[in-house]
């Protein structure tokens, strides 16, 4: 058994988003299995289990990753993941990925993906609401399918949004209040909040959003009243129902299953496509198994593995 213990560094990020764009058309035509993640809850946080098979690319296996939101403050990510690869054959176990660094690129290059398909435009304001590791992956990820002219980046601590625009390396980067970052081409959401931080009036005609931060249920970032303006794309109704930015609009009886448009991969091979410059997109994010299945597969091509014994 092979053990990688990181081996998110230095991918291609083309190589990454292409990979994800090709689990979500699979997921699109109905070749993956894929149950929906399973959470357990813990005194500070909790952990959820994902497993899938991807047939295209002959893996299978699960993720164990956790959320702890305190965990800055000890030092320690907020996020961290292990990535079991199972034998199809034999169900042997063959790998085991530190899927940490992984699970950032494999949800950033969704929101890329998303992106591509339903930004109505090709250059694009950015807007960023957080400053995590997330948004960091949102952004380059982003930077490979659409030209970014400018970024409005929004964080509770403005400390943190000042150091995180001067780090992105374009010239027109800068932070700003939370309106300010919501008046753009592209809204990308990263936050942990429980309750609506981006409201309705701020979001004009034709924008896109990546709702990212809300995977566990009870997290929602949106006012509600964008998700009726919009069409909304999900990455998978199940997980999104349970534990994404609808989670709570639909608990609550303002949103419902039958408003949701589609998933993103039913978007990449062309059964749904934004039908206006001037209508608002929603992505909302959850995380898939297949993701991770995915960008296991062309990390583990690169090779930097320790041999482990198993058997």
């Known amino acids: ?135 960091a992956a949102q952004v380059r990820a982003i930077a490979q399918e659409l030209i970014i002219r400018e970024v409005r980046v929004w964080s509770r601590n403005p400390e943190k949004a000042e150091a995180f625009a001067a780090g992105l390396g374009l010239k027109e980067s800068h932070s700003v209040t939370l309106e300010q970052a919501c008046d753009c081409d592209l809204l990308v959401t990263t936050t942990p909040a429980r309750s609506p931080i981006v409201k309705s009036e701020w979001i004009h005609e034709g924008t896109h959003i990546n709702a990212i931060g809300a995977d566990a249920p009870g997290k929602q970032e949106l006012d509600p009243e964008i998700l009726r303006r919009a069409s909304v794309y999900v990455d998978d109704p199940a997980q999104a129902i349970h534990s994404g930015e609808i989670n709570v609009p639909i608990a609550n009886g303002t949103f419902a299953r039958e408003d949701i448009e589609g998933t993103l991969g039913e978007v990449v091979i062309g059964k749904k496509r934004r039908t206006s410059p001037c209508e608002i997109t929603v992505f909302d994010s959850t995380g898939l198994a297949i993701q991770d299945l995915a960008i296991a597969h062309i990390a583990m091509q690169r090779g930097g593995s320790i041999d482990l014994p198993f058997l």
């Open 1 to 135: 058994m092979q053990y990688f213990p990181d081996p998110g560094q230095d991918l291609d990020p083309v190589l990454v988003n292409n990979a994800v764009e090709s689990a979500f058309a699979d997921h699109g035509n109905n070749r993956v299995q894929m149950p929906p993640k399973m959470y357990v809850t813990l005194p500070q946080g909790d952990f959820r289990t994902m497993p899938a098979y991807l047939p295209s690319l002959s893996i299978a296996g699960v993720k164990v990753v956790n959320v702890h939101p305190g965990n800055p403050a000890l030092g320690l990510p907020t996020v961290m993941a292990l990535t079991i690869i199972l034998d199809i054959a034999t169900g042997t176990p063959t790998a085991i990925l530190n899927a940490t660094r992984l699970t950032n690129l494999r949800t950033g290059a969704a929101g890329a993906v998303a992106a591509k398909y339903l930004c109505p435009k090709q250059e694009i304001v950015l807007g960023i609401v957080g400053t995590g590791q997330q948004a």
